[in-house]
Structures are given as C-alpha cells and as structure tokens.
C-alpha cells in the first residue's frame, strides 16, 4: 500500500521557519524524484521545488534562496525547509512522487503579517 504522510505544517509570523516533512512507504523511493507542491485558497496547486535521485533540485522562483528540499533515502522522506516565509508562501503543501499521481494529504502552512 503506498503511503505518503506530510507533517510539520502550521502558523508563523512572516519572516519564520517552517520544516515539512513527508514520509513514504510502498513505493521504490530512492529510484523516483519527489516534488514538493502547494496550493493556496483559490489558486491551482504549483509546482514549489523538486529533487532528483541524485539529489540535484529545482526550485520555483518565488521560493529560490528561501526554501531547501532534501531527502533521505535511508528513512525513504523527503523534507523543505522554509524560511523567511512570506504571506502569499500560505497554502496546503502536498508531496508528490514526480511522474505520478500519488499524493499526500496535505499539510497547511499559514504565515501571518
């Protein structure tokens, strides 16, 4: 059965930090790159970065120099670091097996001003 379970969202004052976590199991993680997506309240879900199996990464431009994506292999998760969070960084974020159409459920991170 394969799973994907994000955590770590939450509330935090612009210009904070945030850590999302996405744990996986029955799927072949090390082989596919993960992607990290979000979606905001009336916006289409977006592409925010993504990392490959050699762990090079692409970033969304609103979000370069401010959000790290990661993985571990060994614990088959894959982490985004944020920081200096803005208010329009506000959404659910989803983890995504690139390619694919498995989803977490989601995660929301609010950033107040």
């Known amino acids: 059965q394969v799973q994907l379970v994000e955590s770590g969202g939450g509330l935090v004052q612009a210009g904070g930090s945030l850590g999302l976590s996405c744990e996986t199991s029955?799927?072949?993680?090390?082989?596919?790159?993960m992607g990290w997506y979000r979606q905001a309240p009336g916006k289409q879900r977006e592409l925010v970065a993504f990392?490959?199996?050699?762990?090079?990464?692409n970033y969304a431009d609103s979000v370069k120099g401010r959000f790290t994506i990661a993985r571990d292999n060994a614990k088959n998760t894959v982490y985004l670091q944020m920081n200096s969070l803005k208010p329009e960084d506000t959404g659910v974020y989803y983890c995504?097996?690139?390619?694919?159409?498995?989803w977490g459920q989601g995660t929301q991170v609010t950033v107040s001003s």
């Open positions: 995504n097996v690139i390619g694919s159409d498995l």
């Open positions: 029955g799927i072949s993680f090390a082989r596919n790159a």
């Open positions: 990392i490959r199996r050699d762990t090079s990464a």
